[in-house]
């Protein structure tokens, strides 16, 4: 078989050819695509990381008039140990290993002239602005196809680049309120909870890896470029299905007032995570059936465990609210750790519920061979852990080795060895604030 129409039209089958071997991506997958990476916080890093964690050179613009600091990540906290400043927050150096980081200060004309030509050389632009901030800027779809017509563009804003709600901007909090998310969890009497600070990033970064990649298989196969839109809210709708079906076929609300609780099935009690011995200590547990009820009350063996009415699960359901609180008094006099282990030998699904130091340094870690927590070398941090990739390929797995950029850190090898400007005009455009 032949090679594919882009490969025909001449692509480059590595984009790190001629690198410095310390900069070099280690997986095979997506070594021959480039990403020309506007993005930033998690909804437009994180996906980029993907990428970049499977072999793409990432090629990540930032600002030097503002030391990177539209990204909030990137000097914030939390801190690995007592520095402080752009260099050193570990939120980026997590969302931003494997990838190299240039500067450009986009207000001037050269500026933009170093982008177009960066673009002009790149398979991806990606960016996570507002809808339309970047056609704002000079650079809308009709000008990318003209510097590259093969070139994938990807905005991934929170409301998408059309509709009524285009020109709001949104953080991960905001799309999960206006997707339905929020209003899903809660605890009974209580406002609703959320899914956690920023769950929709997470949830749009993975959303845009999968968008790139389906734009980049087209291309692949006819050497067409696109312009991909992802809207997080829309992203976040896609995860309430099971609400909307009991909504509109059922009549069912997904939160009665008064009635939702995080932790409960509508088919098994007890369901929920339930106190143990000592400050912050849980336990969850559930009871699949009648002859779970029955293993668990044997364990119990106090006389309101042995009521006959609690045998049916129908009872259960209906009186989960006394049913909690009594099996909650019993589960705090125990250690969740040994508890769990007795529970599970008697047949009854239990786990005690471990804090994130636990799970990844305790005596049971999770997943331990999996290789989730590799060991980055960042320029200025030193070695530091990052989040792996929850999946393994036996032929192309991913690599996380080099830490995040530093701001402007490779700004000789893309703009000196990549784009060739020599280094007298680097030292003048840095000199003039171009970098």
């Known amino acids: ?36 990476d506007l993005s930033g916080q998690l909804a437009g890093a994180g996906a980029t990381r993907l990428l970049a964690a499977f072999g793409a050179q990432v090629i990540r613009v930032e600002d030097p008039t503002n030391q990177g600091g539209w990204d909030v990540v990137r000097g914030g906290p939390p801190y690995l140990d007592e520095r402080r400043g752009i260099e050193f927050g570990a939120g980026f150096n997590n969302h931003n290993p494997e990838k190299l980081g240039v500067t450009l200060n986009l207000r001037t004309a050269r500026g933009r002239e170093l ?12 960016e996570n602005f507002a809808g339309g901030v970047f056609a704002r800027m000079g650079f809308p779809y009709e000008r990318l196809r003209e510097l590259n017509p093969s070139i994938v563009y990807v905005s991934n804003s929170g409301f998408g680049t059309s509709g009524p709600y285009r020109d709001f901007r949104t953080w991960g909090p905001i799309v999960q309120a206006m997707s339905g998310l929020t209003f899903t969890s809660g605890l009974p009497g209580q406002p609703p909870a959320g899914w956690g600070y920023s769950y929709m990033d997470h949830m749009g970064a993975y959303t845009m890896a999968i968008a790139v990649l389906a734009a980049l298989w087209h291309r692949d196969r006819t050497g067409e470029g696109q312009a991909v839109d992802v809207c997080t809210v829309e992203a976040g709708i896609a995860l309430t299905g099971t609400d909307i079906l009991e909504r509109h076929l059922g009549g069912r609300p997904p939160r009665p007032p008064g009635t939702v609780h995080a932790n409960r099935d509508p088919q098994m009690a007890p369901h929920g995570i339930y106190p143990a011995r000592g400050e912050d200590r849980w336990i969850a547990l559930a009871c699949r059936d009648d002859d779970d009820w029955r293993r668990l009350a044997a364990e119990i063996g106090q006389p309101w465990a042995r009521e006959t009415m609690l045998g049916s699960a129908a009872a259960r ?3 989960q609210d006394a049913l909690d609180e009594l099996l909650g008094a019993w589960t705090a006099g125990f250690d969740a750790e040994q508890l769990a282990a007795r529970l599970l030998a008697a047949g009854v699904p239990a786990s005690p519920v471990r804090s994130a130091a636990e799970r990844i340094d305790g005596p049971r870690p999770a997943t331990p061979d999996w290789g989730l927590w590799p060991t980055v070398a960042h320029s200025r941090i030193g070695p530091a852990r990052v989040e792996g990739l929850p999946v393994h390929l036996s032929e192309t797995d991913w690599s996380l080795r080099r830490g995040a950029p530093c701001l402007g850190e490779h700004n000789q090898f893309v703009f000196g060895q990549l784009l060739g400007v020599d280094d007298a005009d680097l030292a003048d455009l840095a000199a003039a604030g171009v970098l």
């Open 115 to 126: 982008l177009e030509r960066l673009i002009a050389v790149s398979d991806v632009v990606t």
């Open 1 to 36: 078989m032949g090679g594919s129409p882009w490969e025909e039209l001449g692509a480059p089958a590595d984009r790190w050819a001629g690198c410095p071997p310390d900069l070099e991506g280690r997986c095979d997958a997506l070594r021959h695509i480039r990403v020309c």
């Open 317 to 319: 359901l209906t009186g």
